[in-house]
């Protein structure tokens, strides 16, 4: 019989599929739904929802949905336009919880699955795919119930007025930010459907709210990114970087994320995304990195000016951003109930927003990715960007703490008077209070923020049934992300293992990018794009290395062996 030849770097996807299984039986990963949540999911997307002819019609607004090629589950949709002010952001994200009984089947499954599951083989969706992929997907040429977040935006990216409403809309065309890139960078054009100014339009807003999020202290890392990309009946894997679309795209999903927490904190109900932010110790230490590995850091230069000033081109700026992500630690969430069930809408925006505060922070949470996890993408978790840490000066709490936190906020970060509860609602990478509400498709916390924000917005009841369930949310998102990131990561190093199946013996090029104590050290593998472990005590954080693949044990993982360690340039 004629052997099938393997492509260099390549894993058919019948060879991965038992071990997949396998990693979804031991994390308690679901693959199908009940019988009772999918005829829900059914009879909603043949019903329709029960507001439909109640939704003020928007399907005039240009919305376009920009995501990876080839996605499905599209949450949201935007329409730009210039203003004598500045500019106008429209920002429609899927109201898929209207397609669902508070309490049902259904919304009891999804709290029992908390997110989108992104495996190198197959997605184990948060929603049945009659909803997540169909019926309440924002795909082009379809009207969808929405979220519909309306910004006025200065000329110089600050947020003037925010208003959120349910709507009927319709995407206009289902772009990928390659697509967008290339329309950007004026090699391509895109469809006619598409207005044409958009991809200069989110250029300037995209940059502009770098700008904003510079001068507040926010940052977000520009590590190159592991994917595992499809192509025809194998898989390959890659490192990556984000396009300057994807970034620029990631600041809108960030401003809702924003404008929404401050809705939330203001009337003290909903729940949002916490990080505290880094041990001063901690940023020290990657003061002693960065020398370690020649990198020049000023003194009168703090944390998120430095990182932006860097580019992971090099080795040594590599392994420093690799250390930088492990700057921060306990990323959660953090629900505020409101006081003796007094309407959210009807508190005065002044109002100190800790009381009656119910909070997990739990380091597990941090799991969350995009696919940061979810789509990597859609950056709008920041953290594996990270801080708002750091001035000059390390030398005290107070230089390094609170008084940081929320300078150069120019009035978008919520809170009461006191520093300190502006500080401890705040999410460190973001540099201000942040909540997730773009992402209902394919994250579980999402649909209660936004109805909440709807609420405050249109100043109604907030719904019995999500006030009981705010509590709840923290410790159930914590659990189901920590188990989806697991998940993942197995499922990553299975492909790893798999891609370098019979190259035992192989010397590879790489960098190591950390080095623990007890001589440990991680290596990012030029070609394939896998990491390796290493123990040996000669290695440091960005040195050149040659390794050798030694075996792949019974837990399918890869062995490596140090070979050498390229002289550093004197």
């Keep these: 019989m004629r052997q099938r030849r393997i492509s260099p770097h390549r894993v058919p996807i019948e060879a991965i599929d038992p071990f997949i299984q396998k990693i979804m039986a031991d994390t308690g990963i679901p693959a199908d739904f009940s019988a009772d949540a999918r005829r829900e999911a059914e009879r909603a997307a043949q019903c329709g929802i029960p507001q439909w002819q109640e939704l003020p019609c928007r399907t ?315 789509e990597a993408t859609k950056a709008d978790e920041a953290v594996n960007a990270s801080s708002l840490m750091g001035t000059a000066s390390e030398g005290s709490a107070e230089d390094n703490g609170e008084s940081i936190n929320g300078s150069g906020a120019s009035g978008e970060s919520a809170g009461g008077d006191s520093s300190h509860q502006q500080h401890c609602l705040e999410h460190a990478a973001i540099a201000a209070p942040y909540a997730h509400v773009t992402a209902p498709l394919r994250r579980l916390v999402d649909r209660f923020g936004l109805e909440v924000c709807r609420c405050l917005c249109a100043g109604s009841e907030i719904p019995v049934w999500i006030r009981e369930a705010l509590p709840l949310l923290p410790a159930i998102m914590a659990a189901d992300t920590a188990r989806a990131g697991r998940c993942e990561r197995r499922a990553i190093s299975v492909v790893e293992a798999l891609a370098l199946r019979g190259r035992e013996d192989e010397i590879f090029a790489g960098t190591v990018v950390e080095v623990s104590r007890g001589g440990r050290g991680t290596v990012i593998i030029d070609e394939p794009a896998v990491s390796a472990e290493i123990h040996s005590a000669e290695v440091e954080s960005g040195n050149r290395v040659r390794v050798r693949l030694s075996h792949i044990d019974a837990d399918n993982e890869a062995v490596f062996d140090l070979v050498s360690i390229e002289k550093k340039d004197s």
């Excluded at 730009?80 to 920002?91: K, N």
């Excluded at 809108?252 to 809705?263: E, V, W």
């Excluded at 960065?290 to 932006?308: E, I, M």
């Excluded at 080795?315 to 069930?341: C, M, N, Q, S």
């Design 60 to 374: 005039d607004i240009p919305l376009v949905t920009i995501d990876p090629e080839g996605s499905r589950d599209l949450d949201q949709a935007v329409a730009l336009a210039r203003t004598d002010h500045g500019m106008r952001v429209i920002y429609a994200i899927a109201a898929v919880g209207l397609f669902m009984t508070p309490d049902g089947p259904l919304d009891r499954e999804t709290r029992e699955r908390g997110a989108t599951v992104y495996l190198p083989d197959r997605i184990i969706p948060l929603h049945p795919e009659v909803l997540s992929t169909h019926a309440a997907s924002l795909l082009p040429g379809e009207d969808r119930p929405a979220y519909l977040w309306t910004f006025e935006v200065d000329t110089d990216g600050q947020v003037l007025s925010t208003h959120v409403e349910l709507a009927r809309v319709r995407s206009r065309a289902q772009l990928s930010y390659e697509q967008v890139q290339r329309a950007y960078d004026g090699h391509a054009a895109l469809p006619a459907e598409v207005p044409a100014d958009l991809p200069e339009l989110l250029g300037i807003i995209g940059r502009l709210r770098q700008e904003c999020e510079a001068r507040r202290g926010g940052i977000s890392l520009n590590l190159p990114e592991q994917r595992v990309e499809r192509q025809g009946d194998e898989l390959r894997l890659e490192f990556r970087e984000l396009t300057d679309v994807e970034q620029w795209n990631s600041q809108i999903s960030i401003m809702t994320g924003m404008a929404a927490a401050q809705m939330m904190c203001e009337a003290n109900v909903g729940i949002i995304r916490t990080l505290p932010p880094a041990d001063p110790r901690d940023v020290r230490r990657l003061r002693r990195v960065a020398a370690a590995l020649g990198l020049t850091w000023d003194a009168d230069t703090s944390y998120p000016d430095f990182v932006r000033s860097v580019h992971p081109d090099s080795p040594a700026v590599l392994a420093f951003l690799h250390a930088a992500v492990k700057l921060f630690r306990g990323a959660g969430y953090r629900a505020l109930a409101g006081e003796d069930g007094e309407n959210g809408a009807e508190k005065s925006a002044d109002r100190a927003c800790v009381s009656d505060v119910v909070e997990c922070a739990s380091q597990a949470a941090e799991s969350m990715q995009s696919a940061d996890s979810m």
